[in-house]
C-alpha cells in the first residue's frame, strides 16, 4: 500500500508555470504507474493529465494539455512531478496525483487505486 502526497500548490498568474510534486509514501514505487488528475472547483470529475509508466521512460498525456505539460519521474527519491506552462484561469482546480498498479497508464481516474489529498492551484489574472 502506498499513500501519494502533492506538494506546490497556491496562487499563480496566467502566464506563468507551475510545477506540483508528489511524494509516494510506502514500499515499491516502482511497481506503480503515476497518474496527474485536476477537478474544478464545483466539478463533478477528475480530469486526467497525464502519467507516466514505472519505468519513468513512456508518458501518456491528454490532448487537452498535451502542449503545455510535462510529467517526470524519480525513481531514487520516489516523487514524480507535474508541471504544467502557460496557465490559464481554466487551470484553477485542485490537482491530485494518483498511483495504479498497472502496466499501462491509464486514463481513467476509476482505474487508480491510491490517491493524495490534492493540492489546490488558484490561477489569477
Known amino acids: 500500500q502506498v499513500q501519494p502526497v502533492e506538494s506546490g500548490g497556491g496562487t499563480v498568474q496566467a502566464g506563468d508555470s507551475l510545477r506540483l510534486s508528489c511524494a509516494l509514501v510506502?514500499?515499491?514505487?516502482?511497481?506503480?504507474?503515476l497518474g496527474w488528475f485536476r477537478q474544478a472547483p464545483g466539478g463533478r470529475h477528475r480530469e486526467f493529465l497525464g502519467g507516466v509508466s514505472r519505468s519513468g521512460l513512456d508518458r501518456t498525456y491528454a490532448d487537452s494539455v498535451k502542449d503545455r505539460v510535462s510529467i517526470s519521474r524519480d525513481n531514487a527519491r520516489s516523487t514524480v512531478d507535474l508541471q504544467l506552462n502557460s496557465l490559464m484561469p481554466d487551470d484553477t482546480a485542485d490537482y491530485y496525483c494518483?498511483?495504479?498498479?498497472?502496466?499501462?497508464?491509464?486514463?481513467?481516474?476509476?482505474?487508480?487505486?491510491?490517491w493524495g489529498q490534492g493540492t489546490r492551484v488558484t490561477v489569477s489574472t
Open positions: 494518483a498511483a495504479a498498479r498497472q502496466v499501462e497508464v491509464p486514463t481513467i481516474s476509476t482505474q487508480y487505486t491510491y
Open positions: 510506502g514500499r515499491w514505487f516502482d511497481s506503480y504507474v
